[in-house]
């Protein structure tokens, strides 16, 4: 794993992006990330379809999928103990919460890209519901797909999954793609390019 790529990830979610890194914030995020080697218990499922779900036949998804021969639909996870240690350390320690927070978010970013190479397709970025104008309410569509409470997520009114560390999205397959600005449903609004970084690793464009 990369954890310079990691902490780069960590530094984005804490909204540092430009500004200046100190070396307590530095060491409280190695610590953060050896917790989360302990406590996170990744699991990630996913459904390959050629034709995509129906729910996909709108934009933004059709632009997204344009070009792929197929789709993965995913569900990730970290587990529900690093939910407890971050809410532990609410009760304890705001500041460390904060960190942990961020860094289990980075941490389980990474541990999806690498599950996703792992796979040997040629696959794009995820693309979540919510992202660029798409509704949260297609996570209740992925959940009725791949029914992940098999491995304890749940679906709250409001479409927030639990535990708070999982996501869920959609993969275009066929269509690679490097992480880059040109392609984000964002581009046009995105406050990172604003200071000259990118969301995805805190570095200058």
């Known amino acids: 794993m990369d954890f310079l790529q990691l902490k780069k990830r960590a530094y984005s979610y804490l909204g540092f992006r430009s500004v200046g890194k100190s070396d307590e914030t530095d060491g409280a995020i190695s610590e953060c990330f050896a917790?989360?080697?302990k406590l996170a218990h990744f699991r990630y499922i996913y459904k390959f379809f050629e034709t995509p779900p129906a729910f996909l036949?709108?934009?933004?998804?059709?632009?997204?999928?344009?070009?792929?021969?197929?789709v993965l639909i995913s569900v990730m996870t970290?587990?529900?103990?690093?939910?407890r240690r971050i809410k532990y350390y609410e009760r304890t320690n705001a500041a460390l919460a904060v960190i942990m927070d961020a860094c289990a978010s980075a941490y389980l970013?990474?541990?999806?890209?690498?599950?996703?190479?792992?796979?040997?397709?040629?696959?794009?970025?995820?693309?979540?519901?919510?992202?660029g104008g798409s509704s949260t309410d297609d996570i209740r569509e992925i959940f009725r797909i791949l029914q992940p409470e098999k491995i304890g997520l749940s679906l709250t009114?409001?479409?927030?999954i639990l535990p708070c560390k999982s996501m869920a999205g959609v993969v275009a397959v066929g269509k690679a793609a490097k992480k880059n600005c040109n392609n984000c449903a964002v581009f046009g609004h995105c406050e990172?390019?604003?200071?000259?970084v990118t969301c995805y690793g805190s570095v200058k464009k």
């Not at 009114?157 to 927030?160: D, E, L, Q, R, V």
Request: proline share 4%; hydrophobic share 20%; net charge negative.
């Open 35 to 37: 917790e989360l080697e």
């Open 57 to 70: 036949n709108a934009e933004p998804y059709s632009e997204y999928l344009k070009g792929s021969v197929g």
């Open 78 to 83: 970290l587990g529900g103990e690093v939910d």
């Open 109 to 131: 970013e990474e541990l999806s890209d690498e599950y996703e190479k792992n796979l040997n397709l040629n696959l794009s970025n995820r693309f979540c519901p919510g992202y």
């Open 157 to 160: 009114g409001s479409n927030f």
């Open 192 to 196: 990172y390019r604003k200071e000259g």
